[in-house]
């Protein structure tokens, strides 16, 4: 079982930066985890995981600004959110999955999932 909870959201201009944690809490090290994010209105939507290879996957509306990294040390994974648009404006949240087959994770159907955090990008 996995433990899931975020930090990191708030307010900001765009063009702006922010940084999200993700700090997961399980009896083994967590080797899948990832962001998402769900605006009003709208599904939600896969913005950076890590994939069974080790490779990182991003939404293409995010690629060049978002940054996946983690820190296994800490069991805590970052989105280092660069250039932020308004439409980047939603509740992000954390999921995580136990294991090296990120497959769950990838496809959005993993079961530990944080509370979110809010990121609101105004012009």
């Known amino acids: 079982q996995v433990h899931v909870e975020e930090s990191g959201g708030g307010s900001v201009e765009a063009g702006g930066s922010l940084r999200l944690s993700c700090h997961t809490r399980?009896?083994?090290?967590?080797?899948?985890a990832g962001w998402f994010r769900q605006a009003p209105g709208k599904s939600r939507e896969r913005v950076a995981v890590i994939d069974s290879d080790g490779s990182f996957k991003y939404a293409d509306s995010v690629k060049g600004r978002f940054t996946l990294s983690n820190d296994y040390m800490r069991n805590t994974w970052y989105l280092e959110m660069n250039d932020l648009k308004p439409e980047d404006t939603a509740m992000y949240s954390c999921?995580?999955?136990?294991?090296?087959?990120?497959?769950?994770?990838?496809?959005?159907?993993?079961?530990?999932w944080g509370r979110g955090t809010q990121v609101t990008v105004t012009v």
């Open positions: 399980a009896q083994f090290r967590v080797y899948c």
């Open positions: 999921s995580a999955e136990l294991g090296r087959n990120c497959a769950d994770l990838v496809a959005g159907r993993t079961e530990a």
